[in-house]
Nanobody, 120 residues
Framework: QVQLVESGGGLVQPGGSLRLSCAAS????????MGWYRQTPGKQRELVAD???????NYADSVKGRFTISRDNAKNTMYLQMNSLKPEDTAVYYC??????????????WGRGTQVTVSS
């Protein structure tokens, strides 16, 4: 079993910054790709950014130049630094992790989500 704990969401004014964290724990042998997704009511969940185990990154066009994804493999933790936040960034942010368990099984896990609200 693997647990994901997200933190760092909250209320911020436009132009402000937040840093999200996603920590994975449990029966983990290794983690492949990690990613952040977001969802607003009535819309599909969309990819914000992801990062491979070697550090290659991919960003949605809407966040390029403002958000930075990173990870600490020793801590099984992923981060999302969000700068120059806009009201349209308001959403529930979810982490998604591709895990190889100690039993050598491969699963994708989702976090429970953390609310980010950008408003004055």
């Amino acid at each position: 079993q693997v647990q994901l704990v997200e933190s760092g969401g909250g209320l911020v004014q436009p132009g402000g910054s937040l840093r999200l964290s996603c920590a994975a724990s449990g029966s983990i042998r290794s983690i492949n790709k990690m990613g952040w997704y977001r969802q607003t009511p009535g819309k599909q969940r969309e990819l914000v950014a992801d990062i491979t185990s070697s550090g290659s990154t991919n960003y949605a066009d809407s966040v390029k130049g403002r958000f930075t994804i990173s990870r600490d493999n020793a801590k099984n933790t992923m981060y999302l630094q969000m700068n120059s936040l806009k009201p349209e960034d308001t959403a529930v942010y979810y982490c998604n992790v591709d895990v190889v368990t100690r039993a050598l099984l491969n699963y994708f896990y989702w976090g429970r989500g953390t609310q980010v609200t950008v408003s004055s």
